[in-house]
C-alpha cells in the first residue's frame, strides 16, 4: 500500500467516525455544504455573466464559506457545554445538538436567500413567495434561537 491510500483510508475513518458521533448533524452538515457549493456556483456565474468576475472577490467567497463552518464549530462546543453543565442536573441533554442545528439551518437559509437573489440577478424568474418563505423562515430561525433580525 502506498502513502495515498493509507492517508485516503484514515480520513474517511475519520469522517465516518465524527458521522457517527454527530449523526444528528450530519445530514444538515451536508445540506450546508451543499448549499453553500450552489451559491458559490450561483455567484460565480452570476458575476461572469455580469462583466465582475474577479478572483480576489472568489476566494474571499471561499474563505467566507470556511468560516461558516467555524460558526458551526463554535455552536457544537457551546452545545457541548451545555451538555457538560447539565450532567450535574437530572436533565440528560447527551447528544442533544440544538445550538448547532441552529446555526446550520440560519446558514442554509441565508445561501438560499443568496442563490435566490443571484439566480434573479442572472435574468431567472424567482417567485416572490419563494424569497419571501425563506425570508420568513430565517427570520423565524433567529427568533426562536433568541437572536434578532437585522438583514443580514
Request: some cysteine; hydrophobic content about 50%.
Amino acid at each position: 500500500m502506498n502513502d495515498d491510500n493509507i492517508l485516503m483510508g484514515v480520513a474517511a475513518a475519520a469522517v465516518a467516525a465524527v458521522g457517527v458521533y454527530f449523526r444528528q448533524l450530519t445530514f444538515p452538515v451536508l445540506l450546508l455544504i451543499l448549499a453553500m457549493a450552489l451559491d458559490y456556483i450561483s455567484g460565480m456565474t452570476r458575476a461572469w455573466m455580469q462583466r465582475e468576475l474577479s478572483s480576489k472577490v472568489g476566494v474571499i467567497g471561499v474563505v467566507k464559506k470556511l468560516c461558516y463552518m467555524l460558526g458551526v464549530a463554535v455552536a457544537v462546543m457551546v452545545d457541548f457545554v451545555i451538555q457538560i453543565a447539565t450532567e450535574q442536573t437530572s436533565l440528560d441533554l447527551s447528544g442533544c445538538y440544538f445550538c448547532a442545528l441552529l446555526v446550520i439551518v440560519w446558514l442554509i437559509l441565508n445561501e438560499c436567500i443568496s442563490i435566490l437573489e443571484n439566480i434573479d440577478q442572472i435574468g431567472v424568474p424567482v417567485p416572490d413567495f419563494l424569497m419571501s418563505l425563506v425570508k420568513r423562515l430565517k427570520s423565524n430561525t433567529e427568533q426562536k434561537g433568541g437572536g434578532d433580525d437585522d438583514g443580514q
